[in-house]
Each structure stands twice: as C-alpha cells, then as structure tokens.
C-alpha cells in the first residue's frame, strides 16, 4: 500500500541530545512537509521541500534541520538547540500541482525530551 | 500575520444532532480550502474540500463565502464515530501565482454522545 510512514511512534531523549526523526513515502510526492504539532495548537511548519537536494524554512525553523537526498526520504534532526523539542511531529506529503491537491500525513512520533 | 480562526469547542452534542463550525480566514488572497478530521493521538486526515459553490458528501455539507472569508462545516444526524477534531485547512497563493503552503487552524474538538 502507499503512504507515508515515520518511526519510531514514541522517542524519548535526554536534553542536550540531538535526535532525527525519519519520514518516507512511496506515493512518489515530490514535496514533503515537517509539522510540529502541541496540545490545543495548530499544526505548525517546521521545513518543507518542494524537490529533491532543495527544502526551505517554515514558520518554526530554529533549532531544527532537514535533509533532502533522496525522493522518499525526508529526515528532521532536532537538535540541543531547540528550546522546547517535546511535541507531535508530524511529516506530510502532496503531489504539489493542483489548487485542491490532498496532503497525506505519516502516523507522527511523539517526541518526549526530559 | 496569515490567520485561521476557529471555535475551539468543546462542542458536546447528542447522537443525531446537527452540528455546524465556522472557520474564518485572514488573507482574502487564499485560493484553496479544506475541512481535515484529527482522531485524538492521530495524524489529521482530508474530510472535505470545500468548493466556492458549496459542496455535500453524504451528511457533511461545506460551504465557503469569500466575501466574508469564512468556511462552515455542518454534520447532520451526528453519530458516535464523528468525535474528533476538525481542523479548518486554507492554501494560499505565493507572490507571482506559484501554490502556497497550507495554513491549519487550531481545531474544533466534537463530542458526540449516546
């Protein structure tokens, strides 16, 4: 079947660590999409990238990187630098034409960093 | 600052009710609009797109106005298994035409009860 999957559900770290949370699709999208979403909030963007070797900053990029080497995969690392890393995160995917193009989630992994 | 507003809820309704949820929007430049359901502890997944004529599928019926810049949700006849979240989704057109980003709202959580 295709869809998005992103592992591991559940990750716990200790502060101070940085930790890469992995995101693949075999729907062949070419943009992806890494949200971050907190209790009572709206899902916020974190990165996104519309093509392969290429991504670009959301609304809440600090503290957070991306890569982009291959079409299926689209890791996020969040690193110490992050002030406040537990969260939902949540990974998406659309085929990026179309005015009412679908956009597909991963299942999430919840981050806990005590 | 791009905005979408909704009633957070809780909004706790007996089975068979009808229910309706407004969403407003900030930029009167959006092109694209969705309904999204969110099952507590899971990703968001499409309900709806709501089209400028209005649009029905079995007993959700979603309307947008542009003029106002608001989008309705309405759930007829409610059963136990409509409690979620519903999250109001708006897609904007980036300077020079090119598909924005989606904008989520924070979510209007239903209960439907027995």
């Known amino acids: 079947d295709g869809g998005i999957t992103q592992s591991p559900k559940y990750l716990f770290r200790k502060e101070g660590q940085n930790v890469t949370l992995s995101c693949e699709q075999n729907?062949?999208?070419?943009?992806m999409y890494w949200y971050r979403q907190d209790p009572g909030q709206g899902l916020r963007l974190i990165y996104y990238s519309q093509i392969v070797n290429d991504f670009q900053k959301g609304d809440i990029a600090e503290g957070y990187s991306v890569s982009r080497e291959k079409k299926e995969s689209f890791p996020l690392t969040v690193t110490s630098a992050q002030k406040n890393p537990t969260a939902f995160y949540l990974c998406?995917?659309?085929?990026?034409?179309?005015?009412?193009?679908?956009?597909?989630f991963g299942p999430g992994t919840r981050l806990t960093v005590t | 600052r791009k905005e979408v507003e909704q009633d957070p809820g809780p909004f706790n309704v007996p089975e068979g009710a009808t229910v309706a949820f407004n969403c407003t929007y900030s930029n009167s430049a959006s092109q694209s609009f969705f309904w999204y359901r969110q099952d507590c502890r899971k990703e968001p997944k499409l309900l709806m797109s709501v089209y400028s004529s209005g649009n029905e599928d079995g007993r959700f019926t979603a309307q947008l106005n542009r003029a106002s810049q608001y989008i309705s949700l309405l759930i007829r006849d409610s059963k136990l298994s409509d409690s979620a979240t519903y999250l109001c989704v708006v897609n904007e057109m980036n300077y020079g035409g090119s598909q924005g980003n989606l904008i989520f709202g924070k979510g209007t959580k239903l209960s439907v009860k027995p």
């Open positions: 729907l062949n999208h070419d943009a």
């Open positions: 998406a995917s659309n085929s990026g034409t179309g005015a009412t193009y679908e956009q597909y």
